[in-house]
């Protein structure tokens, strides 16, 4: 699938979250507790054990320098010294890392106890706010380096500190599909973009609830002037991809579409603008 969507002139963007199936015939886990490379409870022994997406899940450990070594080794294209890596992936695959707070849905406030222990002996009340910016950090060195020559990676993260403007795109959370919501990310954007955060932007339609059509053409207007740009949707919502909407407003998101990659020349300039001189991209 990765290679016909980009024969297409398309890249693909996966999510990759930082918790790990705790299973034995899951070789990525398998691997990260052979070096022991996960996160501990509070007793420092054995590995911190949580609930998210998959079940039993650990945490990898990125305060432990040996973590980003081996995260780097997964992603590598052809080969890793023997270890397990993603041989299915290609140049066009890049990477979003979610639930990076870390979330863990059956931890104290959805997250992880603040007396577990990180390398170094470090306990996760320290260093809560930039685990989920080491992790980003860790993956954007991984996708540069999974072939010999480097290459920019692309990452975008839901959790980020100060300095997670140098490797990632963020979004604003899991919004509705509200008029008051679609109002309230643009401060939202702009204030990110004061902070040096200047690669953000708003999930289109609210990642909850059904917006009507005329609410989403009215997003897609307002989200196409965001420096990061997309819609995004739970599960349980009504599909709503520009191309299942009946006319006129088919067209009307098409156009929109269109003008914002029309405008792609302008946003190049605007973001190495920015690089330099930290004026944020949105102002």
């Known amino acids: 699938m990765f290679n016909d969507v980009a024969a297409y002139g398309r890249k693909m963007v996966v999510i990759i979250d930082p918790h790990l199936k705790k299973d034995t015939s899951y070789p990525v886990y398998n691997s990260a507790s052979a070096k022991n490379l996960l996160v501990k409870p509070s007793s420092g022994q054995g590995e911190y054990e949580g609930w998210c997406w998959p079940g039993s899940s650990a945490w990898v450990d990125y305060f432990n320098p040996a973590s980003w070594e081996w995260w780097k080794g997964l992603f590598k294209l052809t080969g890793n010294d023997g270890d397990f890596h993603w041989s299915q992936s290609t140049n066009d695959v890049y990477i979003w890392n979610d639930m990076n707070e870390p979330s863990v849905f059956n931890g104290p406030e959805i997250t992880m106890p603040k007396t577990n222990l990180h390398h170094g002996g470090w306990e996760h009340r320290d260093i809560h706010n930039i685990n989920g910016m080491l992790f980003h950090a860790a993956t954007a060195e991984a996708v540069k380096y999974r072939v010999d020559t480097p290459q920019r990676p692309f990452v975008l993260s839901r959790a980020f500190f100060a300095g997670s403007q140098r490797i990632s795109a963020i979004w604003t959370g899991d919004n509705m599909g509200t008029w008051e919501h679609m109002a309230i990310g643009v401060p939202m954007v702009l204030s990110n973009g004061i902070a040096g955060i200047t690669f953000s932007g708003?999930?289109?339609?609210?990642?909850?609830?059904?917006?009507?059509?005329?609410?989403?053409?009215?997003?897609?207007?307002?989200?196409?002037?965001?420096?990061?740009?997309?819609?995004?949707?739970?599960i349980d919502t009504k599909r709503r991809e520009p191309f299942l909407l009946e006319e006129p407003y088919k067209t009307i998101a098409r156009d929109i579409i269109r003008l914002r990659y029309s405008l792609l020349p302008v946003w190049y300039t605007a973001f190495r603008h920015s690089s330099v001189s930290g004026v944020p991209v949105l102002r």
């Open 202 to 234: 708003a999930d289109v339609g609210g990642f909850f609830g059904n917006p009507d059509p005329e609410m989403l053409i009215r997003w897609y207007q307002v989200g196409a002037f965001a420096p990061f740009f997309r819609a995004h949707a739970h």
